[in-house]
């Protein structure tokens, strides 16, 4: 391997995409399970360059002959160039969460910053903190140990007013988990997540709902890349303008879009037609429900019941909300199920896809048995509608007038910017 990433799991890794649109190099994933794996890959010296994730930020200092002052200030290497016969170990995760903070306009002087995790990203963003000016910086792990404070110490901190995650908790696959209550920070300004897959953690979803700004790592992800890749080539890049042409195209493409509203509003139709348009996987939901069920929704709903319905589309959404660059379409009722609606914002903005009663369609759909259980059932709903929605569009004109709102609504929230 010339040049590629090293770690415990790249299953998730946007690397080699990024690096190869910088650097015109091939780049390979290389994953290492085991402390001993890396330890011998790294013994070897068998690469031109590579960078380093979780766990072995810390573990590859060893095997540096030279170490960059700043990385060895950090304590934590991500970058490794090998020249002649020496390694050469940098940071460059330092420059890639300064760039996430200034994008997001997010600034540590005077601040009280609390840190999830005490691994090597913590340390790099610490120095950040620490070089912004911090007031005070704080850690947090499970176990408290080394000087840190547990999750329960650090809700007795009500003075904390940033909170950057650098754990791999709520990382795919494994989304959904947070473990600290934003609720015990009255003075939060602004939430900092390096994890970048998938880009709303359940801990930016939770301060998006409290109204606080919420920035996720894939900024930081393209960031660093494109300053390793100018010290991989040795050759002077444009690093803010680089930047910017990689991971707007980039998170674009790879966002969902996902599309909610009453039966027979028109989502399938509109959805089918934006996927074309967009570029991306169509994936009907009460289709593939009907697929792992192995019977029409009608029957699910006649022989099992409602509950049971919910159950096979939850499974349905919890697969799928987890995978990128879809347009899906939802049933009705999909935001009665619990967790839905932030499920689907995961990876992309909710649409909200607005009908009048009166032309809903309702052939074969077990719950719109007529205009009054619609009206009652459209009372009942909206409000859900709303607060899972990052936009809403009108359906009562052409399928064209639609599907360009629907597409003007997406690009104007795909890449969320606090």
Same mark, same amino acid.
Request: aromatic share 8%.
């Given at each position: 391997?010339?040049?590629?990433?090293?770690?415990?799991?790249?299953?998730?890794?946007?690397?080699r995409?990024?690096?190869?649109?910088?650097?015109?190099?091939?780049?390979?994933?290389?994953?290492?399970?085991?402390?001993?794996?890396?330890?011998?890959?790294?013994?070897?010296?068998?690469?031109?360059?590579?960078?380093?994730?979780?766990?072995?930020?810390?573990?590859?200092?060893?095997?540096?002959?030279?170490?960059?002052?700043?990385?060895?200030?950090?304590?934590?290497?991500?970058?490794?160039?090998?020249?002649?016969?020496?390694?050469?170990?940098?940071?460059?995760?330092?420059?890639?969460?300064?760039?996430?903070?200034?994008?997001?306009?997010?600034?540590?002087?005077?601040?009280?910053?609390?840190?999830?995790?005490?691994?090597?990203?913590?340390?790099?963003?610490?120095?950040?903190?620490?070089?912004?000016?911090?007031?005070?910086?704080?850690?947090?792990?499970?176990?408290?140990?080394?000087?840190?404070?547990?999750?329960?110490q650090?809700?007795?901190?009500?003075?904390?007013?940033?909170?950057?995650?650098?754990?791999?908790?709520?990382?795919?696959?494994?989304?959904?988990?947070?473990?600290?209550?934003?609720?015990?920070?009255?003075?939060?300004?602004?939430?900092?997540?390096v994890?970048?897959?998938?880009?709303?953690?359940?801990?930016?979803?939770?301060?998006?709902?409290?109204?606080?700004?919420?920035?996720?790592?894939?900024?930081?992800l393209?960031?660093?890349a494109?300053?390793?890749?100018?010290?991989?080539?040795?050759?002077?890049?444009?690093?803010?303008?680089?930047?910017?042409?990689?991971?707007?195209?980039?998170?674009?493409?790879?966002a969902?879009?996902?599309?909610?509203?009453?039966?027979?509003?028109?989502?399938s139709?509109?959805?089918?037609?934006?996927?074309?348009?967009?570029?991306?996987?169509?994936?009907?939901?009460?289709?593939?429900?009907?697929?792992?069920?192995?019977?029409?929704?009608?029957?699910?709903?006649?022989?099992? =019941?409602? !509950? @049971?319905?919910? #159950?096979?589309? %939850?499974?349905?959404?919890?697969?799928?909300?987890?995978?990128?660059?879809? +347009? *899906?379409?939802?049933?009705?009722?999909?935001?009665?199920?619990?967790?839905?609606?932030?499920?689907?914002?995961?990876?992309?903005?909710?649409?909200?896809?607005?009908?009048?009663?009166?032309?809903l369609?309702?052939?074969?759909?077990?719950?719109?048995? =007529?205009? !009054? @259980?619609?009206? #009652?059932?459209? %009372?009942?709903?909206?409000?859900?509608?709303r607060?899972?929605?990052?936009? +809403? *569009?009108?359906?009562?004109?052409?399928?064209?007038?639609?599907?360009?709102?629907a597409?003007?609504?997406?690009?104007?929230?795909?890449d969320?910017?606090?």
């Amino acid at each position: 391997m010339e040049y590629g990433l090293i770690g415990a799991k790249l299953g998730h890794s946007y690397s080699r995409e990024i690096h190869q649109q910088v650097g015109g190099y091939t780049y390979e994933l290389r994953p290492l399970p085991t402390e001993e794996d890396a330890r011998a890959y790294l013994s070897a010296r068998a690469f031109r360059a590579i960078n380093v994730t979780i766990p072995y930020k810390r573990l590859v200092m060893e095997y540096c002959d030279v170490i960059d002052p700043a990385a060895q200030a950090i304590g934590a290497v991500n970058t490794v160039v090998h020249r002649g016969d020496k390694l050469y170990g940098y940071n460059t995760d330092y420059a890639g969460f300064s760039w996430l903070a200034r994008r997001h306009n997010v600034h540590f002087a005077g601040k009280t910053v609390l840190i999830l995790g005490t691994g090597g990203t913590c340390a790099t963003a610490s120095a950040v903190c620490r070089d912004g000016g911090a007031k005070k910086i704080l850690t947090v792990s499970r176990s408290g140990a080394g000087g840190a404070l547990t999750y329960a110490q650090a809700a007795e901190h009500p003075e904390v007013e940033i909170v950057v995650n650098t754990t791999p908790a709520g990382m795919y696959p494994d989304v959904g988990q947070c473990l600290l209550d934003l609720n015990a920070f009255p003075r939060l300004e602004a939430v900092l997540d390096v994890v970048y897959n998938p880009f709303r953690t359940e801990l930016l979803l939770r301060a998006e709902a409290r109204g606080v700004p919420a920035c996720c790592g894939f900024e930081m992800l393209v960031a660093q890349a494109v300053y390793a890749a100018e010290l991989f080539t040795g050759r002077t890049l444009d690093k803010p303008a680089l930047i910017e042409k990689i991971q707007r195209p980039m998170k674009r493409r790879l966002a969902n879009v996902s599309l909610i509203g009453m039966p027979g509003c028109g989502k399938s139709t509109v959805g089918e037609a934006l996927a074309r348009v967009l570029g991306k996987t169509y994936v009907d939901l009460d289709e593939l429900v009907e697929q792992r069920a192995g019977m029409p929704i009608p029957d699910i709903f006649a022989r099992e =019941g409602e !509950d @049971a319905f919910r #159950r096979y589309e %939850a499974a349905a959404l919890a697969d799928v909300s987890r995978e990128h660059g879809q +347009v *899906i379409a939802c049933g009705g009722g999909v935001i009665k199920t619990p967790g839905a609606a932030r499920r689907l914002r995961q990876n992309g903005p909710v649409i909200w896809v607005r009908r009048p009663v009166e032309f809903l369609a309702t052939a074969g759909r077990p719950l719109s048995t =007529g205009r !009054d @259980a619609l009206l #009652r059932m459209q %009372a009942e709903r909206e409000p859900a509608y709303r607060a899972a929605s990052d936009a +809403v *569009i009108d359906n009562t004109a052409r399928l064209d007038d639609a599907v360009n709102a629907a597409r003007s609504a997406f690009e104007q929230t795909f890449d969320y910017r606090a």
